[in-house]
Structures are given as C-alpha cells and as structure tokens.
C-alpha cells in the first residue's frame, strides 16, 4: 500500500509540475502572440521610396517554390499545351502564340503573403492575348462545375474556377514593359487573372488543363486561401518637405478588379481624413499612384495614415489580420519627424 501511495504523489507531482509547465509556455506563448502583433501593426518610419506607376522589371518582387529554378526552353522547343474534357485538346508554338489577338495591359501583382505596407508588390504593362478563345476552343456543353489548371515548368500548378479563367481580364502574358518576359518573370509565357493574388498566377506556363476534378493548387495544399481575391490596400510611400514648410505625401493604391475611387490620409489616428490626387490613370486589376500635400500642425513624431474606397463604393478592411491564409488587411501608419 506505502508503495502504491509513494507512487501516486509521484505521478500527482508530475502531473502538476508538467500543469506549470503548460501555463508558463501557453503564457509565453500567448504573450509572444501578442508581441508579434503588435511589432507587425504597428507604424514604421516612412519608407521613402520613389512612387512609380511603373516598376521596373529588374525592381519587381519575385518568389518562387525553387529559387534556383531555370527554364530550360527557347522560343523554338517551347509549346503551350492546352488539353479539355473528352480527350480534346491542342498545342500552341511561341510563334503562333505571338500570332493572336495582341493587347498592352497594366497590371498589379500583390503577394499573398505581404504584410500591409509591404515590398512584395509591383506593377506593369504586359504584352498578352486573352485566354478566354483558347479555352473555348476545347469546352463543349455544360461548363457548369469545370475548372483550369495551369502548370508551370518548375512543378507549380494552381487551379481556379472556369469563370475566371473566362474573365475579359483573363490573360496569356509575354512580354512585359516592352521586353521579352525576362525568365524570373516567367518566360516564355505566364498567366494573368483578375482580383487575385500572385499565387495563383504562375509563371513559366506550360500546361492548361481544364477539368471537372475538385482541383486545388500548390500553395492551397499548404494551408493558403483557396480562391484568394485580392484585400485592397494604400500604402505610403514617402513624404518630402518642401520649401514652404509643407510635406509632399506619395503612395499606391490598389482595389484589385475595381478601379481605386479615393484614396484618404489622416494626421489623427483617424479622427479626421483628407483627400489626395491621383497621379496616374485608374484602371481595373491595375494600382494607381496618388500624392498628398500636407501640413504638420505640430512638431515630432506624426503618425499618417491611408485608406482607400473603390470604384462600387467599397472600402478597404481596416481591422489588421495576418496574411496567413488569405492575405494581409489594414491601414499603412508611416511615422514622419517633422
């Protein structure tokens, strides 16, 4: 009996000790939680950055599931096969790719895992041809179901519904502003879709398959968001004083498919807003570039804030969430020292 009850206060001395153990690491845990949040929602010194409608190809974010990953095609072995349900499909040659319906697009690419604020975003003209009529040409009957799968030549896929992929800003990109696709950015061909983020757009395009399979993609297996419309954001860019004791405020701003309406920056911590100017054309899928002149009324550090509201009236999320699994929401706060 003396035994069994030496081994009872044992095992209740172990199990209290491993009780404590759990609290102070759920502790530690949550408190490191809270500290990640609050280091990543909170404002940072103004990047200053030049604002540019257009990013250079050699400046625009790349990421990749193989970083060391390099076509090994020309514009001679390449061919983009297209295959449909009921055994239907065709190929396509870069020469008779170049031979279609020729379009100049600007577009937006935004990384699903940006943090609001963030670099991993650019923007472009590129050069394509619509998917749309090479998609019709193997899908017969009912559509009702079907998705499309791309493939790329590094292993990647991703899959959307049919009715994207069918959009009128569905597009075959190659070339982008003004040159051959460079091969970080997908040569010889990548895919360019509406309101979604880059992760589901790949690159170096070498397949697309069109099925009735509940398919998912490569980054979806991963715990990522399954279809991934874009969260618009503002971002702030730079502010510049000027001779007369102002500041020149620059930034983006990006709806996804809708056209940016009004893009608004706050001195208060968003007491009160005002309105900035657009520098750039609105287009839909494309960001645009705005400036704010401003006037501090007080010396130190200033937090400024931005915002935007979309073409159907729409604003932006204004509660911070993660990007992890369905891409980052909140304001951009730049600190300025005036």
Not at 178 to 186: A, D, F, I, V
Request: glycine fraction near 10%.
């Amino acid at each position: 009996m003396a035994l069994f009850e030496s081994i009872n206060k044992m095992n209740e001395s172990r199990k209290q000790t491993g009780r404590r153990r759990f609290m102070f690491g759920a502790v530690g845990l949550v408190g490191s939680y809270f500290g990640f949040r609050w280091w990543r929602d909170k404002p940072r010194p103004v990047p200053q950055i030049e604002t540019k409608y257009i990013t250079p190809n050699d400046d625009f974010y790349t990421i990749s599931i193989d970083t060391g990953f390099v076509p090994a095609v020309t514009k001679d072995t390449w061919k983009l096969k297209i295959d449909g349900p009921g055994g239907r499909g065709y190929s396509l040659s870069y020469d008779e790719l170049l031979k279609l319906d020729r379009r100049r697009v600007f577009k937006t690419f935004l990384c699903v895992g940006n943090e609001v604020g963030g670099p991993a975003m650019g923007n472009a003209e590129w050069t394509v041809t619509p998917l749309a009529p090479l998609i019709s040409r193997v899908v017969e009957g009912e559509k009702n179901g079907l998705r499309v799968v791309f493939h790329a030549l590094d292993g990647f896929y991703s899959s959307v519904p049919l009715d994207v992929a069918m959009a009128g800003q569905s597009f075959i990109a190659y070339e982008m502003n003004g040159e051959t696709l460079p091969r970080s950015h997908g040569y010889p061909a990548r895919v360019l879709l509406p309101n979604i983020y880059g992760m589901k757009q790949p690159r170096w395009l070498s397949r697309i398959e069109i099925t009735s399979r509940s398919e998912s993609g490569y980054w979806e297996k991963r715990g990522w968001c399954g279809e991934c419309n874009v969260r618009m954001t503002a971002r702030i860019d730079s502010a510049v004083s000027q001779k007369d004791g102002s500041w020149m405020v620059t930034g983006i701003a990006y709806c996804g498919d809708k056209p940016p309406a009004r893009v608004e920056i706050s001195d208060d911590q968003g007491i009160s807003w005002s309105e900035a100017t657009f520098t750039s054309e609105r287009q839909p899928n494309a960001w645009a570039t705005w400036q704010f002149p401003w006037k501090a009324e007080k010396k130190g550090e200033i937090i400024l804030t931005a915002r935007v509201v979309d073409s159907a009236g729409n604003r932006q999320i204004e509660s911070y969430t993660g990007n992890f699994p369905s891409g980052a929401t909140g304001l951009h706060r730049v600190i300025v020292r005036v």
